[in-house]
């Protein structure tokens, strides 16, 4: 408070020297024109002059501090926004390097997961928006998609596989009914393979719909499936577009997509036949009878 009443009384006074400076201008000009004698007169005006100049120097340092400041600032901001670029570009490129690199290894969907949640939490810092997150996160989601099918097509494989196998066991015993239900699976599975070959979401990746590809890849009615297995089937289905909904809203692996990826699509056929014994589990057992 008083810096500030001290600063007004040095304007007042600033302006009153200057007033008297011009005053003493126009004595002098006057006395020259009657006497020729401005000595007194001239030399007020110049100390006046003075302390009017010299009461600006704080004001002329306080502007040239300000200009070197704002040059600052922008050289800070540029560089903020070179490192914000390149932050994105790291994170796409991490992204990329999820979803493409080492596909048929190392590392585990539970580990690509953790190492995408610290990039997410980067890119929350830098405050993008969502179409540009949106950018970086998308192939990463596609193929998680992907991924996701192959477990649901493999593991209808190895369920017919696993059928196969129980009505050769059952039709052992000559029944021609139980014969009968071997060759009708072998028709149907033959169809069925028929229908679906050459059939690659990956060749359509950023186009596909994956629930459209689920049912589609779905045996139809009739076709080797009864109705029983058929319902566990778009029950499977269904859990599938579920985690693959859950990848999306997120932008990478939830914690559940990621444990089934790494416990159902990995290892070999051994994880699609664990899958097809826990999705139809019920009617491999009615199948020995």
């Known amino acids: 408070m008083i810096d500030g009443d001290m600063e007004k009384l040095r304007e007042i006074f600033t302006l009153v020297c200057f007033a008297m400076g011009i005053a003493a201008l126009i004595l002098c000009i006057h006395q020259a024109w009657k006497t020729g004698s401005t000595a007194t007169l001239g030399a007020a005006f110049i100390v006046c002059a003075l302390f009017v100049f010299l009461s600006q120097i704080k004001t002329f340092k306080v502007w040239e501090v ?128 028929k229908r679906e070959a050459g059939q690659n979401p990956f060749e359509r990746l950023y186009r596909y719909d994956l629930a459209t590809e689920l049912e589609r890849e779905t045996p139809r009615a009739g076709e080797w499936l009864n109705a029983q297995e058929l319902e566990s089937a778009r029950a499977f289905a269904k859990e599938i577009t579920a985690l693959y909904s859950g990848c999306s809203l997120k932008g990478h692996y939830t914690a559940e997509a990621a444990a089934y990826l790494d416990d159902y699509g990995r290892g070999g056929t051994e994880g699609y036949e664990r899958k097809a014994r826990q999705v139809f589990g019920r009617a491999l057992e009615d199948l020995k009878h």
């Open 66 to 193: 300000q200009v070197e400041l704002r040059e600052q600032l922008d050289q800070a901001q540029a560089l903020l926004q070179q490192l914000r670029r390149t932050s994105i570009n790291s994170a796409r490129a991490a992204y990329n390097q999820a979803a493409w690199g080492n596909r048929m290894g190392a590392p585990t969907a539970r580990e690509k997961q953790a190492q995408l949640d610290e990039v997410d939490k980067q890119l929350a810092d830098l405050n993008i928006s969502a179409e540009e997150r949106a950018g970086i996160v998308r192939p990463m989601v596609r193929i998680i998609g992907f991924d996701l099918y192959q477990v649901f097509s493999r593991t209808l494989q190895a369920y017919a596989a696993l059928r196969y196998s129980a009505l050769v066991e059952r039709a052992r015993s000559g029944e021609p009914k139980f014969v009968e239900e071997r060759e009708q699976h072998s028709i149907g599975v033959s169809q069925w393979s």
